[in-house]
């Protein structure tokens, strides 16, 4: 004969929203890796530029209407739309939370084709770059930059795409609303990096 | 654990760290040895070796004996022992003060090193101002030294190559440049290294306080043959260096004997005119050591065969034995003509 | 109210539900389920022995080097391969073996110790491994056919880059990197996920073991540190490959950029070996002085500052440059100052140990041996850090034996005393003692053989990495002893590999706590059942086992039909979660093929990376779609509700 005191879990959920999941923190440490790396990219950026008397440096040709400088259209149009993108994502998330499909899933189609739109921009804006990425150490750096966070617009889509058929065919279950809203906290980071890099790549060249 | 069994591994214990100890103080002479100062700024760190050697020795042994102190009470089958969650105050507090003042010891041991680093890194005095007169530009080939003495007067400067030499008692400034990757140029009787990195200019001051020749060597991995990259720095007296560097500055001897003039002959008709320059003669290429007075220079093939007409041969026929790798073709010369090479090589004093 | 309960129902039931979780948990069988099975502790082991291996290659390369150095002028190997060899040495100790067994160690026990079924992310984890073993067979596979990398464990620029190192090799060592690169940042997501979140309840943060607080210290260092070496590769590779110019001076690229970007990584490189090792020294010091550890919070508080002063450090690699003088001091100081949480660790030990009954096998032996060699090791490293004095020494055999000392020292001895430890916890049988002692003597005296003559080669002017020497340098009586000490260290780890096949089969049958330990891999059986726990311990204090009380709270609710596991707050580990662990599934070893495709071709064609993307799209999206552990679930999720805060007053204890 033995008593015994309990403590009983059977009530708990399976998932729950921010930092109750463990998908939660998989997420951010994954962001913490990436934001190192662009960390460093950013500090290489500013490395090289301490060996160039003129950033970026100038062209060899005699034509004197050649600029040099990053086109600033194409990189700016992409600034909005990644910001406006913003916008249906946090109501997509919000959507999730209240556990309204439909708006998720109209939200979520929203994102993908702003996603595949800054995507084809960003093909734009390496057009917009003067120098290719071996004509010399700044359009190496500024390809590089370009390129690693096309990788994440390219990653973010994909990842946007597939919850997407989830929640048209599949359970929308509590694991995949937490899943949006993941996407969201990847999203509005993809956003926060892209400011920063598009501060850097386009106007600290301009500061003269 | 018998008693025997412990023993046995305590007296090869003690046996090896002996031979280890005694190993360390077999060669504390000797030429290409950073505690076997002949200049001023190996002088400096040397001291800087012996104040921090003594400091961590003293530390070492302590800590040790602390250890061993702590392994004085032994057991046997302790897994059932039942385990102290509640050690007593006094035993805590007593631990608690140990351990500060260690962790307080270390820091003021710390700081000593620190101070003393410090004070010895700003009595290096690099790129002190004051110490101009002699200058030097170095720069690291795979796997060479091309050495070239600056001047104010342009027809004081020359090219050589492997072999410095510099007065006794004057400070001399190097200036150091890789050409194709980083090399390191280290002569350790005489001061620390520094790095020679393409693209880059790195300085140092280098000052001989005793006459001799010093050996250095190249400390950063560059390749197949980093290994056998060294060189002489030979010090001495003011009237000797003056006359050797005079004659430095002087074009190539000419040749003078038919062996000789074969020999330059040779030289002009094979490879060999491709990449080394002799001054005062249309050789000029600089790809590899200058030749215009190897036969001056102790060593060949960068500190790695004496300069003798056997090895000079040797090296020539073939300089793949000696350096594997190296960018020096084989030269497949008859005997006669070899010799005649070398003869007029060995003339160029 | 209490109410009596027949102990004999109660066996029954409890039998009845370990069948259940038996089946529930059950590994898959075969070839197949060799590449689809989750079960860390299976995928621990698989990367301790593959680790082992890389370990043992390493150390034949060493022996090789040795023979090769043992006589001035030696022809056992021509330069080629000699640099081929010492690449391949370092390559593999530091990114195939250190690494990697250090987080194989934390994917085993964290779990275990904090009570949890599972890790955090098991498919992931699966991932991991088969790119770090992809990573390693490149290499490998390189070297055998005489294509090995060849510009030493660092492959500085511009000798590796595509000017001076022409060919493949030195493109398969920075792809090589990018595979282990990504198996570390792997297992710390991993480690975090699971310390952070699955912590048995009342296991609050200050009663976290040392082993996992090490475990986590040293997951952040990767996630902050391994990018920096992604670069430095990737950038590396770009050059190569096409022809970007992030080191080419001639175009204003910079050779000290790649110095900077690899050793802002490479630094922390060695805190990753070496803080994983402390983890080991503290829970075997606890168990042998049994006693409580003393300075339980300073020695959390060295952990993390180690981990946090280990970024501060780097350029004192970098003392030769032209790097202003002004700067580098800053670095000399630093470097000075980490051996502060260093030495109050040593101090915390020494304390523990002081005054205890000691049984002195063959773990302890092993710890011992760490005082030795890694204090010396730390002292040699403050000489280092003194710009000037590392201006003679830097690049020197005094280097060699240096980090020799601070990594055999303070990694491997630390290791091997882990492996006795805990090897009864893997296998159910103990190594035997007289072997262990034998094993630990042997590398010790071996060890010092070896690497204490260096300190005095480096002073005697013999730089690093060279091949031969000549007669006239004198350096040949000190290479030779260093050469025979190799063998002799060698002897000790063929001891130990004896030692580990004869415990197999023949060795004492160890219980579940055959040392008598406090923490909680050593409540479960040896080895442990697929699903760790029966029931999830309630946890009182810091020393679980130790401490139990027969009134102990039992936990209950999870499920043994499917597979779960309970997440818990990080602060407080308050139950929050009933947490879905998925089970066996192929794709991770899938997208390990796309992604090791990717990379390897990556290495010929910048084109296979838009290749790969599209075959890692489609294994990732197969991963996504196919959870294996769907079926299982009851439909309780859907619909569900959120809730802002779980359900605490259903989980304070109730009797029944």
């Known amino acids: ?208 | 654990m018998s008693k025997t069994t412990r023993t046995i591994p305590r007296l090869i214990l003690t046996l090896v760290l002996a031979l280890c100890f005694a190993s360390c103080f077999s060669s504390c002479g000797g030429i290409q040895n950073a505690i076997n100062p002949a200049g001023p700024n190996a002088a400096n760190i040397s001291r800087l070796w012996w104040l921090m050697f003594i400091i961590c020795s003293i530390v070492f042994v302590l800590v040790m004996i602390a250890v061993l102190l702590s392994l004085s009470k032994r057991t046997t089958e302790a897994a059932d022992r039942v385990p102290v969650l509640e050690p007593s105050e006094e035993s805590e507090r007593r631990r608690r003060n140990v351990v500060v003042s260690a962790t307080t010891i270390t820091v003021i041991v710390l700081f000593v090193f620190l101070i003393a680093s410090y004070s010895s890194g700003r009595s290096l005095g690099l790129n002190d101002p004051t110490k101009n007169g002699l200058s030097i530009e170095v720069t690291g080939h795979q796997w060479w030294w091309e050495v070239r003495y600056q001047d104010v007067d342009a027809s004081n400067i020359f090219t050589t190559a492997n072999e410095i030499h510099i007065p006794v008692g004057v400070p001399v400034m190097f200036s150091l440049r890789g050409a194709d990757v980083i090399h390191s140029f280290w002569v350790p009787n005489l001061a620390g290294k520094k790095d020679l990195i393409p693209g880059k200019i790195n300085t140092m001051w280098i000052q001989a306080d005793k006459p001799g020749v010093y050996r250095g060597q190249c400390a950063e991995y560059c390749g197949f043959q980093h290994a056998k990259m060294a060189l002489w720095v030979v010090a001495e007296p003011q009237e000797q260096f003056n006359l050797w560097r005079q004659n430095q500055t002087q074009q190539a001897v000419a040749a003078a004997s038919d062996v000789q003039k074969r020999g330059q002959q040779i030289f002009f008709s094979t490879t060999c005119v491709m990449c080394h320059a002799i001054n005062g003669t249309p050789a000029g290429s600089n790809i590899g050591p200058n030749l215009t007075h190897v036969a001056s220079r102790h060593m060949l093939a960068a500190a790695t065969l004496v300069n003798t007409r056997e090895h000079m041969a040797q090296w020539i026929k073939d300089p793949q034995t000696f350096k594997p790798g190296n960018r020096m073709p084989q030269n497949n010369l008859s005997d006669a003509d070899l010799q005649a090479l070398v003869e007029y090589l060995q003339s160029l004093k | ?656």
Not at chain 3, 315 to 337: L, R
Not at chain 3, 574 to 594: H, N, Y
């Open chain 1, 1 to 208: 004969m033995s008593t015994r005191a309990v403590i009983d879990i059977s009530k708990l959920p399976s998932h729950e929203f921010d930092t109750y999941d463990p998908v939660w923190w998989g997420n951010n440490l994954l962001l913490a890796i990436e934001t190192s790396m662009f960390a460093i990219l950013i500090a290489t950026y500013f490395y090289l530029r301490q060996n160039f008397a003129l950033w970026p440096p100038p062209v060899a040709q005699l034509t004197a209407t050649l600029d040099p400088l990053p086109q600033l259209t194409y990189g700016t149009l992409n600034t909005l739309l990644l910001v406006l993108s913003c916008g249906p994502m946090i109501l997509t998330d919000m959507a999730a939370r209240r556990d309204n499909r439909g708006v998720c899933q109209i939200g979520l189609v929203i994102c993908v084709l702003c996603g595949l739109g800054a995507i084809v921009l960003r093909g734009f804006e390496f057009s917009a770059v003067y120098f290719r990425w071996d004509s010399n150490a700044y359009g190496s750096i500024v390809w590089f930059m370009l390129g690693m966070h096309m990788l994440h617009l390219l990653v973010l889509t994909t990842e946007s795409v597939l919850l997407t058929i989830w929640i048209f065919t599949r359970e929308f279950d509590m694991k995949h609303r937490v899943d949006i809203v993941t996407v969201g906290v990847y999203w509005y980071w993809v956003t926060a990096m892209w400011l920063l890099l598009y501060v850097i790549i386009y106007f600290v060249p301009r500061l003269g």
């Open chain 3, 1 to 656: 109210m209490t109410v009596a309960v027949d102990d004999r129902e109660l066996a029954e039931a409890m039998r009845q539900e370990r069948e259940e979780l038996e089946k529930t948990w059950a590994r898959p069988r075969g070839l197949w389920g060799w590449f689809t099975d989750t079960d860390h502790k299976a995928i621990a082991k698989r990367y301790i022995f593959t680790a082992f291996v890389f370990f043992l290659l390493g150390g034949i390369e060493a022996a090789l080097m040795r023979i090769q150095l043992a006589f001035p002028e030696n022809h056992f190997l021509n330069p080629d391969r000699y640099n081929q060899i010492f690449t391949v040495h370092g390559t593999t100790m530091m990114f195939l073996f250190a690494v990697p067994i250090m987080t194989a160690f934390g994917i085993y026990f964290v779990p275990l110790m904090i009570g949890a079924r599972d890790v955090a992310f098991p498919r992931l984890n699966v991932y991991g491994y088969f790119v770090y073993l992809i990573g390693g067979l490149l290499l490998y596979a390189a070297f055998f056919l005489n294509t090995g990398p060849d510009a030493g464990w660092f492959a500085y620029v511009p000798l590796s880059g595509p000017a001076y190192s022409p060919g493949k090799r030195v493109d398969i060592w920075a792809q090589m990197i990018t595979f282990t690169e990504i198996s570390a940042l792997v297992g710390a997501v991993i480690v975090i996920g699971t310390a952070f979140k699955m912590r048995a309840p009342g296991m609050s943060i200050n009663r976290i073991p040392l082993f996992v607080w090490a475990q986590v210290v040293t997951a952040f260092m990767i996630i902050f540190a391994m990018p920096a070496v992604m670069l430095a590769s990737s950038f590396l590779a770009s050059d190569r490959l096409i022809d970007t110019h992030f080191f080419n001076p001639a175009e204003g690229g910079d050779a000290i950029l790649y110095q900077h970007l690899f050793w802002f990584f490479g630094h922390p490189e060695v805190y990753i070996i070496f803080i994983p090792a402390l983890g080991f020294i503290s829970p075997i010091i606890v168990t042998f002085a049994r006693r409580k550890i003393f300075g339980y919070v300073p020695l959390v508080l060295s952990l993390i500052s180690t981990g946090f002063i280990g970024f501060g450090l780097w350029v004192h690699h970098m003392f030769a440059t032209p790097i202003p003088q002004m700067g580098q001091s800053f670095f000399t100081a630093a470097s000075m100052m980490i051996a502060i949480p260093s030495g109050v660790q040593i101090f915390c030990w020494i304390a523990t140990l002081w005054g205890s009954r000691l049984d002195i096998k063959t773990p302890l032996l092993f710890v011992l041996g760490f005082f030795a060699i890694f204090v010396l090791g730390g002292l040699t490293g403050l000489m280092l850090a003194s710009v000037p004095l590392d201006l003679q020494i830097h690049d020197t055999f005094f280097v060699v034996a240096h980090l020799h000392y601070v990594l055999i020292g303070g990694s491997v001895f630390p290791l091997f005393g882990a492996f006795y430890y805990w090897f009864p916890k893997w296998t159910g049988r103990m190594l035997s003692e007289r072997a262990g002692h034998l094993n630990f003597w042997l590398m010790f005296v071996g060890f010092n053989l070896v690497f204490f003559p260096m300190h005095q080669l480096g002073l005697n002017g013999m730089p690093r990495r060279v091949y031969t020497y000549l007669p006239e340098t004198g350096w040949g009586t000190l290479n030779l002893i260093a050469s025979i000490g190799a063998f002799i260290l060698a002897a000790g780890v063929l001891v130990f590999i004896v030692n580990a096949i004869w415990a197999l089969r023949a060795g004492v049958v160890a219980g579940d706590n055959p040392w008598g330990a406090d923490s909680l891999e050593w409540s479960v059986a040896s080895p442990p059942p697929n699903y760790n726990f029966h029931n999830l311990p309630v946890v009182q204090g810091r020393y679980p086992i130790w401490e139990a009380t027969a009134d102990a709270p039992v936990l209950r609710g999870l499920s043994t039909k499917t597979r779960e596991t309970l997440v818990t707050s990080v602060m407080d580990a308050q139950p929050e979660l009933r947490f879905d662990i998925p089970g066996p599934s192929i794709w991770p070893f899938m997208v390990a093929l796309a992604t090791g495709v990717t990379f390897i071709a990556g290495i010929f064609t910048p084109w296979a990376f838009l290749v790969g993307a599209i075959l890692a799209g489609i294994t990732l999206t197969c991963w996504f779609f196919a959870d294996p552990n769907y079926e299982n679930k009851a439909a309780r999720d859907t619909g569900e509700k959120s809730h802002k805060v779980a359900p605490r007053a259903e989980l304070q204890p109730k009797e029944i």
